[in-house]
């Protein structure tokens, strides 16, 4: 890919020709105009020349496919950071593989106060279990550690961080051999990311926000509360991202909001919602997801904590305030509970009210064809991780073993949600799975419950479009006129349309469809390579050496 060499400029006009361009203005468009941060024209070749003279920057795409960039729709960025840049267990395939990882990690950082790591994950062991505190103790030498289980709702430590809580073994999730759980869990958290300097966080929210523009993302929403980070991440993130190129943030902040007050402290921080991580339940890795039967594993159903009343009273006060509300909700249970109480919300307030406010649910797995429903009748958004699947899905993966293999299959039912009409938003829930973009679309497309699979069209529009929609915005995650200027470039093989039902891809690759393609994600097939991220008509990354 070649450009001129014009001076940088916030406001400078930029045509763009000589390949692909993603856009529904367009089928056919293969360049593209940005002007003062926003798209000013889609068209073709011959088109273009009328704009070469009088544009400051000409970039010839050599064949790149030019698309919106992504949005991610739930990540945690420090968290993010400190995973890529500390101990990764994501890789370890035994338990002694990942207490020779912690050995390593201890003797090449002797000087480290709390030890962080993230990704380990048992049900990939031979061994099926989590290192007991006294092998976590050795492998450390006395040092305090934190471990995170990959779904984070859970964690291994060590003695000596144990230590540096007092009271916690009074706690509930306190358990005195395995991983923490509950109250215990976010207590110790709490003083593990305590160790963690100001300057050590903000390198660690560079980091993340460097590699999502690497990746083809301009947009992050990141979900903090004080049960997940703290107010001074939470505010220092907002502001490094407002003050430095790249990746957008929308911070949802996770507490209960009773009034105005409340309300007003949210938007205080700087959070567009009162949203994200709000714990209806925890996760299924975990055990803490909450059911209305019993794990297969194990001989309870999970934990709530949040039941439908108080559901519905943050729900109302938020609407109310006019304000987005959303939870965290994973198990069938979980999920009851939230349609129940968002029902109740929109009998006192109005059901249009609620509606108008797009309400949003993060994760959503375990949805029945009549929770399935009430999310269309209440206009709720599925903020949901395809590379959950991806990760965990199948016969013999972690949901299975955790469900049986009947209630397993019914999980992530994306093609069920989108026939029934609910916006779909895609993320990662970052270091829980990696920032993977075409790869989420791909676990979408090629999702292990064939029944659930969706278009990969569908799937890169709930990774784009999906996104801004969730944060209340109609106007962008798309390349037509009068948008804001967020793409990316990539280098890709030929264009193809892919979906589930044969019939569909076969009509939709007819150019009297005038559907635009979209890269090869079939499962094997070389993923998209980014060459250029643009936010806002400003480049936040270019790829080294093109």
């Not at 001076?7 to 529904?24: I, K, Y």
């Not at 409340?262 to 055990?287: C, N, T, W």
């Not at 108080?310 to 965290?328: D, P, R, S």
């Not at 278009?455 to 995650?477: I, L, N």
Request: net charge negative.
């Amino acid at each position: 890919m070649t450009e001129s060499t014009a001076p940088q400029s916030e406001h400078r006009t930029v045509l763009l020709r000589g390949g692909d361009v993603h856009s529904p203005a367009d089928p056919f468009a293969t360049a593209m105009v940005v002007e003062r941060g926003h798209v000013a024209w889609v068209g073709s070749e011959g088109a273009a020349d009328a704009f070469a003279s009088g544009v400051d920057e000409v970039i010839d795409l050599e064949g790149a496919l030019v698309t919106p960039a992504f949005t991610d729709a739930h990540v945690h960025t420090t968290s993010t950071g400190l995973a890529l840049t500390g101990l990764d267990l994501s890789g370890a395939r035994t338990l002694g593989d990942a207490l020779a990882r912690v050995r390593a990690h201890v003797a090449a950082h002797p000087a480290g106060r709390v030890v962080l790591g993230h990704g380990w994950d048992a049900t990939r062991w031979p061994e099926q279990r989590p290192p007991s505190r006294a092998e976590l103790d050795e492998a450390a030498a006395g040092r305090p550690v934190y471990l995170p289980r990959i779904d984070v709702h859970s964690a291994a430590v060590t003695t000596a961080l144990l230590d540096l809580v007092p009271g916690v073994t009074a706690m509930a999730g306190y358990h005195p051999e395995g991983p923490l759980t509950g109250a215990a869990h976010h207590a110790v958290r709490a003083a593990a990311h305590d160790a963690v300097s100001p300057a050590q966080r903000a390198d660690a929210q560079r980091a993340a926000l460097r590699h999502a523009a690497s990746l083809g993302i301009g947009t992050v929403h990141e979900c903090g509360g004080p049960d997940i980070s703290d107010e001074e991440d939470f505010t220092g993130l907002l502001k490094l991202a407002a003050e430095q190129p790249g990746p957008r943030v929308f911070g949802y902040w996770a507490q209960q909001v009773a009034d105005e007050k409340d309300a007003r402290r949210i938007r205080e921080l700087g959070a567009v919602g009162a949203a994200g991580d709000l714990f209806v339940d925890g996760s299924l890795g975990s055990h803490t997801a909450c059911l209305h039967e019993p794990y297969a594993d194990a001989p309870h159903s999970g934990t709530a904590h949040l039941d439908a009343g108080q559901i519905a009273a943050h729900v109302a006060a938020c609407t109310e305030a006019g304000l987005q509300a959303g939870f965290h909700a994973i198990g069938d249970a979980a999920l009851t509970a939230v349609v129940d109480g968002i029902r109740t919300a929109a009998e006192k307030v109005g059901l249009a009210r609620v509606r108008a406010a797009r309400h949003r649910v993060e994760h959503a797995e375990m949805l029945t064809p009549e929770t399935v429903a009430a999310f269309a009748e209440l206009g709720l958004t599925a903020s949901v991780q395809p590379a959950f699947d991806a990760a965990w899905g199948g016969e013999e993966g972690m949901y299975a073993q955790r469900l049986g293999a009947g209630r397993a299959a019914t999980l992530n039912p994306y093609a069920a949600l989108l026939r029934a009409g609910v916006p779909l938003a895609f993320g990662s829930d970052s270091p829980v799975t990696p920032l993977d973009p075409w790869g989420t679309v791909r676990a979408a497309a090629f999702h292990r419950t064939l029944e659930h699979r969706v278009s990969v069209r569908a799937g890169f529009t709930a990774h784009t479009r999906g996104g801004w929609r969730a944060v209340g915005r109609d106007d962008a995650g798309t390349l037509v006129p009068g948008a804001p200027a967020d793409y990316a470039v990539w280098r890709t093989d030929e264009l193809v349309v892919q979906a589930p039902d044969d019939r569909v891809a076969r009509w939709s690759t007819d150019p009297r469809s005038g559907t635009p393609g979209l890269p090869d994600l079939s499962p094997g097939a070389d993923l998209p390579v980014c060459l250029r991220t643009v936010v806002l008509g400003q480049t936040v990354y270019v790829r080294p050496n093109e």
